[in-house]
């Protein structure tokens, strides 16, 4: 396949076009909203429970939430890198891609049906929601070493990202135009999702190439597969730079990651005053700062390299943190601090794709090289969900939980600063 193809790379960005209504919807803005409100008992405006039973068990509602969201990330980092080893030695990343995805949509439209009286299922929703929606990226972030030349790779991962904001953000519009002005039930916006998802997608699934190397698979795959993933690993562990990478990947997605998918939840109950429709402008205002993150941290890595301005971004995530700590008690202190959160959330994720891919040796096995950058990523999440559910839960505060995130990135910071020079100058 011929590398820089337009066609094929427009096709690929489509795809964060189409999955992008799951992380803006489900995780960051109307769900948590829908989630604290029916798992939340309210008098007189104030919240006097938010308590919630499963299994003859009392848990805090976001405290369960964390836990959920945990397990999903587990599952992936389990599945993921078998997958990915069957996916390149037999060369059908495209179906898991496409499985992933159709699992995801499915189970954000069965978020209609979401209540209280059936909180296991619709907590099962969420579970295979997240599943479907990372399990998918590991296959597609593995095209990107496939379709363009490594100088083009942030340039490209910057697209992709700016067209999931883009994507997301006018679906977000749309449901809100649709629940404000036409009174629609907010779940109707969950079976929304599904059908972006799943119906955007299609622009990807009908150009992306398949079996792109020729493979022939014979004999048990599922064995082969296993085989192909332990030729990586041990490829992998050969790569000082590649390890170290990725072990700062792993700490600062920690802090990253909870942020996005605590910063709704933590709004709610830690600002005082702010009204669920100004908290959720203020998540379209991230996405829209995330666009112009994308390309300002694309363009600032070839002035200074990759590693440096992973640098500069992380630093930032670290003030951000310790301003919201400190700081942000008011809707107009959280309104600043998610303007920065937009600022240098599109330009880490965008960057910390776009890098790694720029590291990888000569191979034929993205998926398997990739299933690990997921299982860095997914299990840093876990740790740093269910480290900021179960502080809360101790302390009775999410503002406790902040103190966590500074530790994350300090720690990633530090190793991304070990990271040893490299003769391709970009990725400095």
């Not at 829908?34 to 405006?45: A, I, R, W």
């Not at 209609?112 to 590991?138: K, Q």
């Not at 590291?359 to 990739?370: G, I, K, Q, R, V």
């Not at 101790?394 to 500074?406: D, E, F, P, V």
């Amino acid at each position: 396949m011929e590398k820089g193809n337009k066609k094929i790379i427009n096709a690929w960005a489509f795809y964060d076009w189409a999955n992008s209504s799951y992380p803006l919807v489900i995780t960051a803005a109307i769900f948590p909203v829908f989630y604290e409100n029916v798992t939340s008992t309210v008098l007189n405006g104030k919240t006097i429970s938010d308590t919630v039973h499963l299994f003859g068990r009392e848990y805090k509602n976001t405290e369960l939430y964390s836990y959920v969201v945990s397990l999903s990330f587990i599952i992936v980092s389990l599945s993921a890198p078998i997958l990915s080893g069957v996916a390149d030695y037999s060369g059908n990343k495209k179906k898991f891609m496409r499985f992933f995805c159709y699992l995801g949509s499915l189970s954000c439209a069965s978020l209609y049906f979401f209540r209280t009286e059936n909180l296991f299922w619709g907590l099962l929703s969420i579970l295979l929601a997240s599943v479907g929606f990372w399990g998918s990226l590991v296959f597609y972030n593995a095209y990107l070493p496939e379709i363009a030349e490594p100088e083009d790779h942030d340039r490209i991962s910057a697209k992709g990202f700016s067209m999931g904001y883009i994507g997301s953000a006018l679906l977000l519009i749309i449901n809100l135009v649709l629940i404000k002005g036409f009174n629609m039930p907010a779940r109707w916006s969950f079976v929304s999702v599904g059908l972006w998802w799943a119906g955007f997608a299609q622009i990807t699934f009908s150009t992306l190439p398949d079996n792109i190397y020729g493979h022939k698979p014979h004999g048990n795959i599922l064995f082969k597969g296993f085989n192909e993933l332990s030729v990586v690993w041990k490829e992998l562990k050969t790569i000082p730079r590649l390890k170290r990478y990725l072990s700062s990947f792993f700490l600062y997605s920690m802090g990253v990651q909870t942020v996005m998918l605590m910063a709704v939840l933590f709004a709610k109950k830690e600002i005082v005053g702010i009204e669920d429709s100004n908290l959720i402008i203020s998540i379209l205002l991230i996405q829209f700062l995330g666009i112009a993150g994308s390309v300002l941290f694309s363009r600032l890595s070839r002035w200074i390299g990759n590693i440096r301005a992973l640098g500069i971004a992380i630093f930032i995530w670290i003030g951000i943190c310790v301003g919201t700590y400190l700081w942000v008690y008011t809707p107009t202190d959280f309104y600043i601090i998610a303007s920065l959160v937009g600022l240098v959330m599109g330009g880490i994720q965008s960057l910390s794709r776009s890098t790694y891919s720029k590291l990888l040796p000569e191979t034929e096995d993205h998926a398997s090289y990739f299933s690990f950058f997921d299982v860095c990523e997914k299990i840093g999440i876990v740790i740093g969900t269910f480290s900021f559910g179960y502080i809360e839960g101790i302390t009775g505060g999410m503002r406790n939980s902040i103190l966590a995130l500074i530790v994350f990135f300090v720690f990633g910071f530090v190793v991304l600063l070990t990271i040893p020079k490299s003769k391709n100058i970009e990725a400095e």
